[in-house]
């Protein structure tokens, strides 16, 4: 059983005097948070979702995954899960968020509750699927990386389909196709008010940013989770050297576009414009509609990126050695394709805490 402080590493066998370690080691504070993430969400004793479940669901979601290494990891230390209602609600939920996170609904929510899940243990249990996600396809890319192929796709994945409601499930104006401009998200699961978290809590989400966030709140249902998510979030896109920040947008919005996440792309495809210049690629890539390729009419350069990106993206991934080798001969090293494999693997998990917890709708002052 692999019980080294940097799991990954040695899922991947990486050794140590490689390029791939050097830019994992350049990359620090993703690879520290990234193990730091793991670490939480399987050592919490919560008795509204204890660790033998936790094990054991991580298991499958590896499974799933196509990730057999991780998937002995997790099984080492899993108890079978009881026959009950609970465990079965739970597990078709983790079923969907791997392989359609786009179908989730307040009413998948209502179900674990009616099941006995508390809050607390819905978010951690959709944390802990959407780090499955974001794990996998990491350990995907970091064996990709070293010449070892996760994937035999022959197709380019094609953008995902996305919801197609007007109205979002508290009446508001909600989206139905993919836009750069600001959206508004609203939760299915209350956010927890910021008078109930202790003074210590309330400076975490301050140093964050997330004092005012319903998303935030939410998630800070488990703010030990989330410290550690958002530090690892830090840790791939706002890093010096590597793969240009626009770069690593990019390829968060191409995710966003395989999963159907609009409210995800919209953030990071403006990101992506901004910092690039070249808002007409960007706004090209979010307007391809369900099916189509993901790629088209984009430059050799981010053509690569795209189609990486979004091999990685699907369940289980399909990334092969074709969009690493054209984007080797466009001159990145290690550290840039570390750079996407880690951007791109972040959004699986992203994606399926947005699509889970609630959805995005049009602001009131730009309706109409």
């Known amino acids: 059983m692999a019980t080294a402080t940097d799991l990954l590493a040695s899922l991947a066998d990486i050794a140590p005097d490689s390029d791939l370690a050097q830019a994992r080691h350049t990359r620090e504070a993703a690879t520290r948070h990234t193990q730091g993430s793991y670490e939480v969400l399987f050592s919490q004793q919560d008795e509204d979702f204890p660790l033998a479940e936790r094990f054991a669901l991580a298991a499958l979601v590896a499974e799933w995954n196509a990730q057999p290494a991780l998937q002995a990891h997790y099984q080492q230390q899993a108890s079978p899960l009881p026959d009950s209602e609970r465990i079965e609600v739970a597990t078709r939920f983790a079923h969907l ?8 609904a307040p009413e998948h929510l209502h179900a674990l509750q009616n099941a006995g899940w508390s809050a607390r243990g819905i978010v951690t249990l959709s944390q802990l699927v959407a780090f499955l996600n974001f794990q996998s396809r990491l350990l995907a890319g970091l064996n990709l990386l070293q010449g070892k192929e996760s994937g035999t796709a022959t197709q380019p994945v094609v953008a995902g389909k996305w919801h197609s409601a007007t109205k979002t499930a508290s009446g508001k104006t909600a ?15 209350a956010a927890q008010p910021l008078a109930e978290f202790s003074d210590e ?4 989400l301050a140093r964050f940013g997330h004092s005012d966030s319903d998303y935030f709140r939410l998630l800070a249902r488990n703010l030990p989770v989330l410290e550690q998510r ?3 979030d830090k840790g ?23 999963n159907g996440c609009i409210f995800c792309a919209s953030v990071h495809a403006r990101k992506a414009s901004q910092l690039s210049k070249n ?24 053509a690569a990126i795209v189609d990486l990106s979004a091999a990685l993206s699907v369940t289980p991934p399909q990334a092969t050695s074709d969009p690493v080798a054209a984007l080797q001969k466009q001159g990145l090293d290690t550290l840039s394709l570390l750079d996407i494999v880690q951007s791109s693997a972040f959004f699986a998990w ?17 309706q109409g």
């Not at 989206?175 to 699961?189: A, S």
């Not at 791939?236 to 770069?247: D, H, N, Q, V």
């Open 97 to 104: 968020l791997t392989f359609e996170p786009v179908t989730a």
């Open 175 to 189: 989206l139905t196709q993919f836009t750069q401009q600001e959206l508004g998200w609203e939760p299915w699961l």
């Open 201 to 204: 809590e309330k400076e975490v």
């Open 230 to 232: 958002t530090l690892t």
């Open 236 to 258: 791939i896109f706002y890093t010096p050297g590597g793969l240009p920040r626009a770069e690593r947008e990019l390829a968060a919005a191409v995710v966003s576009k395989v």
């Open 279 to 302: 808002r007409d690629l960007v706004e090209k890539l979010i307007s391809i509609t369900p099916g189509g390729n993901l790629s088209e009419g984009q430059s050799g350069r981010w």
């Open 350 to 366: 992203a994606n399926r805490l947005m699509l889970t917890l609630g959805e995005p709708f049009l602001p009131s002052d730009t």
